[in-house]
């Protein structure tokens, strides 16, 4: 079994003169909770439209479960566009088992299952209802059992959170964790970085339709730290040597960003034998910061 | 295959089962039972006796017929008549002087009055026209005739059947405007269907388990079998209403005109012998094709139009290409019936915009069979090339929203 559920290899995609993706390159692992991230009309939207088989690549190629991206994946493949509605006129029930079946189900096996996740999400006794007489978010939870339905092994969330209240966005981010825990690799397209940090393990970061960073969470983070730390000193403000160079300084607490060459083990040492050491810490950026700089410097 | 069934299915029974179809279906035949005995009904009851005043100066003498009765008055009291005309007891008054008509109301003086009052003057002109001349209007008269010519077309044996234009007329206008109103209100239903999902933004929900055309396709199929089911109801709703008013209308009003049972029965077997020579076998399997076909290439075009647009207000512009060989042929149904043989009639019976209505208006007259054969043809290859067009906008434009696309904008889409 390959690593990769899924391998999106130079796909360029392209509408009269406008390259809406311009050789795009990632890679899902199997098992993984994967961030989709880039500013508005990056090509988010597009890539996620190709993998789902609703336009073509004009090149490229799409490699899913180890075998090139087809027809019959589609029934592998579950997806929440960010523009998503329901028939309005039509009974709940009705509707799950039409879109259940469209995936592929028989009648049977979609009432059964449909059935258990209504039940469990308890939302059963809206089945007999019809979609315009829910509230959006209720509309939402019934999107959300549709999308998963089927037990794909990929599911594609793009801005999943959008239009949920806090308690039903918290139910939501539950189910997708579970589903994540019992095997499902998931796809998530945001913009929302705080979502981004506490859910996903890899980020792809789309730019201008082009991916401008790949990798998991912390070989990201690690890759754009940039020597700044933040020391804790009792007693004594640090000055400046030429190790450092002294961001801020107040009443002991200081932020430092060393030298070129200069590792932090000689800065620690150097700050430890002249000064009181409280605290000494290597500062992370948020993602949002890392979104922010990668999308400057592309 | 599969998934295209079940878009059908969806698409037929969320139809079927709307009040608005129902109520259409039931009120379907009885208005159009309504709309055929409401003339006659109210032509026999709108006729009240009229008086009409004459000025005494004309040397005319208006015989009263049924429902006009003429009152000569003195020239004085004209005008007092005039003033308050309202508190008179006539309905109108007739003003002559030196071959000059005039009809005074204080209403709207109705078409047959008017008509009646002409007919009449004419003919009192005309006689004293001839009398001047010197001619006896009586040999004028008897020299008048009327005879009746009896069609009959010659079949290749050499035999000959009954042909009967009127019967012709008949069928071929009402199968010409069915095909016209069915291919409007299905075409536009389609239209609207799509519309409606891509307004309620599910259409990419749908489409990331099935192919754009497959969805189009299951859309219009999906309609086309409504209307062939609200076709096939009102057939067998009309016969039964009709034999229903058969049974009842038509008895009390056999016995209030007196028409013996002799009489109905010939008429019977006139209405029998007036069908028998049109094939009308053929004209049923005719509309059913011409009907499906049609409409295919319609409402294809008609979803094409719907995926480019967010909301109905916004199709304007693109309905009316569609519709205006669509209205051309409803236009051209009279000047067809006149002349169904003709070039005009050929050409637009073979030209797949206006063929569906023009082809099931000539019918009835008796068309070649390769004309028939062509007609088909040409409509299915158009057919098949409208829904591949259609399709090509279609899935693009079901995906785009925000901006009213241009000609320029679809035609890009045409070739992505």
Known sequence: MQEDLLIVRNVIKQYGDYKALNNVNISVPRGSIYGLLGPNGAGKTTLMRIINQITAPDSGELIFDGEKLQKNHITDIGYMPEERGLYKKMKVGEQALYLAQLKGMSYNEALKKLKYWFEKLNIINWWNKKIEELSKGMAQKIQFVVTIIHDPKLLIFDEPFSGFDPINAAIMRKEILNLSKKGATIIFSTHRMESVEEICDHIALINKSKTILEGTIESIKSQFSNNNYEVITKNSELENTDLYDIISNKEGLSHILLKKGVRGKDALDYINTNYEVISFKKETPTMEEIFIKAVKNA | ?416
């Open chain 2, 1 to 416: 295959m599969h998934k295209i069934w079940l878009v059908i299915r969806r698409e037929y029974l969320v139809r079927v089962k709307k009040k608005s179809f129902i109520v259409m279906t039931i009120l379907g035949p009885l208005l159009m039972a309504a709309l055929m005995i409401a003339p006659i009904y109210l032509a026999n009851e709108n006729q009240e006796e009229r008086l009409i005043a004459v000025n005494q100066q004309s040397d005319f003498l208006l015989e009263d017929t049924e429902l006009l009765h003429f009152t000569s008055i003195p020239e004085l009291e004209v005008i007092n008549l005039r003033k308050d005309f309202s508190l008179s007891p006539y309905y109108a008054l007739l003003y002559i002087e030196k071959g000059k008509f005039t009809l005074y109301s204080n209403q709207q003086i109705s078409l047959s009055v008017s008509r009646d009052i002409q007919r009449q003057i004419e003919q009192i002109v005309e006689i004293n026209n001839l009398k001047e001349a010197g001619i006896d209007p009586q040999i004028i008269e008897n020299a008048k005739t009327e005879i009746e010519i009896t069609t009959r077309l010659i079949e290749k044996d050499g035999s000959s059947t009954n042909s009967h234009s009127e019967a012709s007329m008949g069928i071929g206008f009402i199968s010409g405007i069915l095909i016209y109103i069915f291919i409007f209100m299905y075409g536009t239903m389609v239209m609207r269907g799509v519309i409606e999902e891509k307004a309620n933004r599910i259409v990419e929900i749908i489409i990331s388990s099935l192919k754009p055309f497959q969805l189009m396709m299951g859309k219009i199929l999906g309609v086309a079998a409504v209307g062939l089911t609200q076709f096939i109801l009102w057939i067998i709703l009309t016969i039964i209403i009709s034999t229903i008013a058969e049974l009842t209308f038509l008895d009390t009003s056999i016995m209030t005109n007196e028409i013996s049972a002799n009489e109905q029965s010939v008429i019977l077997a006139q209405l029998a012998n007036i069908t028998g020579g049109i094939n009308l076998t053929q004209i049923l399997l005719s509309f059913i094709f011409y009907f499906l076909a049609g409409y295919l290439m319609y409402s294809s075009l008609f979803a094409a139009v719907g995926s480019a647009v967010d909301a109905e207000a916004d199709t304007q512009q693109f309905i009316l290409p569609i519709t205006i060989p669509l209205i051309l042929s409803f236009i051209l149904i009279q000047p067809i019936m006149d002349s169904p043989n003709g070039t005009l009639a050929f050409w637009m019976s073979i030209i797949p915009f206006t063929s569906p209505v023009i082809m099931m208006v000539r019918l009835p007259f008796g068309v070649p069979s390769w004309e028939l054969l062509l007609s088909m043809g040409v409509l299915v290859c158009t057919f098949i090339a409208t829904t591949w067009l259609a399709g090509r906008i279609y899935r693009t434009g079901i995906l785009m929203y925000g901006k009213k696309p241009s000609y320029k904008e679809l035609w890009k889409w045409l070739r992505y």
